[in-house]
């Protein structure tokens, strides 16, 4: 079969792979459709690396997807051949001291989709096949193929929005409108909020969540005196959530939220970029909670997919095929991008 195969950083190739199977009666062979390019793909490619996890062999990248059940093993119950199914991508041990917690997203022994973190590094889904175990797959129904492939990500907006605690009537803010940002602003807001205020530095994907729904955003370089007038009286938002990366970003979410507030913090920092200023942070009694994947988000995620909560569908901005792999790469890497997908069915 076909796959995209990260051989050394800069070189990535579609090229024949061995064929899988089932190997084990809890598992699903799946016939892949599209997937979703995401930051630790970009960083692998461009870096080959993604933090401390260095490519040391040639690897499939991917875990963000959907496809069509082509084969279930004897003991798999929850789906069948002809379901559209999508991926929790990490696979806990089930026996480790967090496992046994229920903390299954610290699983010290856990296994990823297109992770170089395991040696040899555990394969992704940018194959034209792949095989899960059934815990890692969740029917959609009546969803298009390429909105099920951003289920993934719109699971970890759903636990950066959990992490938030009771948010219903609450004013809240969302910096960064990459996809995460996005995706997080859609959760928060099907939750009952009063208000939810998307914040970037670039209009695209501003443009890209007035789209989906998220009326209310601001372009913080363009309009520094609306992000001051929420700074004001010591914050205007009861809670806010940074997708960024970028910590002076943060500080200024800090600023903009009310004493006592809660800040869900999405996503790693880069070296040299994380928050200078915690001023903001000490001086107001604020809550901040880091967000580290996802496990029972993952089910909510699907639920609001498949009772179509939102739509999604316009953060995807360019589809490609991925016999095209480095054109679809390059598109990622772009900054006017926000969510690239690759065509992996077979034609």
């Known amino acids: 079969m076909k796959a995209i195969v990260l051989h050394a950083k800069n070189d990535l190739r579609y090229e024949d792979v061995a064929d899988v199977s089932i190997t084990k009666s809890t598992q699903v062979l799946v016939k892949m459709l599209y997937g979703g390019i995401c930051g630790s793909d970009k960083h692998y490619y461009s870096l080959g690396a993604n933090g401390s996890f260095e490519v040391k062999h040639p690897f499939v990248l991917g875990h963000e997807g959907s496809g069509i059940v082509e084969e279930v093993g004897a003991d798999v119950k929850s789906v069948k051949k002809g379901d ?3 991926f929790r991508p990490a696979l806990a041990c089930g026996h480790c001291k967090f ?14 989709f297109g992770s170089a973190s395991t040696m040899p590094h555990t394969p992704g889904i940018f194959s034209e096949y792949a095989v899960a175990e059934e815990v890692q797959c969740l029917k959609v129904v009546d969803v298009d193929p390429k909105v099920a492939a951003l289920a993934e990500p719109l699971s970890v907006a759903f ?3 959990h992490a938030l605690g009771n948010i219903m009537g609450r004013n809240v803010a969302v910096m960064g ?3 995460v940002g996005t995706l997080c602003a859609l959760a928060i807001k099907s939750l009952g909020v009063k208000s939810v205020t998307v914040f970037d530095v670039r209009n695209a994907p501003l443009e890209a969540c007035k789209k989906a729904g998220l009326e209310n955003v601001c372009n913080t370089l363009e309009e520094p005196e609306k992000v001051a007038e929420f700074c004001e009286h010591k914050g205007y938002f009861d809670a806010g959530l940074d997708a960024t990366g970028n910590g002076q970003a943060c500080t200024t979410l800090m600023k903009m939220i009310t004493p006592e507030g809660v800040l869900s913090q999405v996503g790693m920092y880069p070296t040299g970029r994380t928050p200078q200023d915690l001023g903001p942070f000490l001086n107001k009694g604020l809550v901040w909670h880091s967000v580290f994947r996802f496990y029972e988000e993952f089910d909510a995620a699907v639920n609001a997919l498949n009772n179509h909560l939102f739509d999604p569908s316009s953060i995807i901005t360019d589809v490609v095929d991925a016999k095209d792999c480095m054109k679809g790469m390059n598109a990622a890497m772009s900054p006017d991008a926000i969510k690239v997908l690759y065509k992996l069915k077979l034609s």
């Open 84 to 86: 559209m199914v999508v």
């Open 159 to 161: 636990a950066g929005a």
């Open 177 to 179: 409108a990459g996809p």
């Open 99 to 112: 496992c046994n917690k229920g903390m299954y997203r610290y699983c010290e022994n856990a296994t990823h």
